[in-house]
């Protein structure tokens, strides 16, 4: 269940924004939010003012980092029913394409350092409930536009929600010292959970 390699520009500009985002989680850690300039972030990632504008508008998209994207095909593939004609399959699928693309570039201390900051920083708690409210909706709408009637918002957006706990029960493992990947961990829990379901 891998995802489409990405091309050499797409994985260039994706660690070069990881890079960035991890600068700018530091400094956070460091100085808190209000504690340092995008001068500083961009002082800090090795480049430019001008260049750290084209990644991220400000301090708060940096901190939190890129948005996972789906490419166009796997999105296509999805709606018309694939890539194996079982939903839950499917979107186990659509979120090894989010992972494979970060995981390998994330260890545990970025993602224990940005759950903290999450977790103690009131801004970054709101930007995260928005990005994830976007997020959601457009896997909801996903579902919707595929399933023609079956699914509607309703039971789609529970169905993302459980998902998403899925990923955090993994994350938790992986940041606990479990040595095995996040896509591995993800789909032993999601395996876990359908074992209670059934």
């Known amino acids: 269940m891998t ?34 300039t995008m001068d ?20 708060l998209d940096a901190v939190l980092g890129p948005v996972p994207v789906i490419a166009e095909d796997t999105r296509a593939r999805f709606v018309e029913g694939g890539p194996h004609g079982r939903l839950v399959d499917d979107l186990a699928v659509l979120a090894h394409e989010l992972l494979d693309g970060q995981s390998d570039a994330l260890d545990r201390e970025d993602i224990a350092r940005i759950t903290h900051l999450i977790t103690t920083t009131p801004r970054l708690l709101t930007a995260v409930i928005d990005r994830f409210e976007e997020f959601v909706g457009g896997f909801v709408d996903l579902i919707v536009e595929r399933e023609q009637g079956r699914v509607d918002a309703v039971r789609a957006r529970l169905l993302v929600r459980l998902l998403v706990t899925v990923f955090e029960s993994a994350i938790g493992t992986y940041v606990a010292g479990d040595e095995r990947s996040i896509p591995d961990l993800f789909d032993r829990t999601l395996a876990a959970a359908r074992d209670l379901f059934t």
Do not use: M, V
């Open 40 to 59: 500083d972030l961009a002082e800090a990632s090795a480049l430019s003012r001008r260049t750290l504008f084209n990644y991220f508008p400000g301090k």
């Open 3 to 36: 995802s489409p390699a990405l091309s050499t520009r797409e994985a260039r500009r994706l660690a070069t924004e990881i890079r960035i985002a991890r600068c700018a989680q530091i400094l956070t850690a460091e100085r808190g939010l209000d504690g340092f």
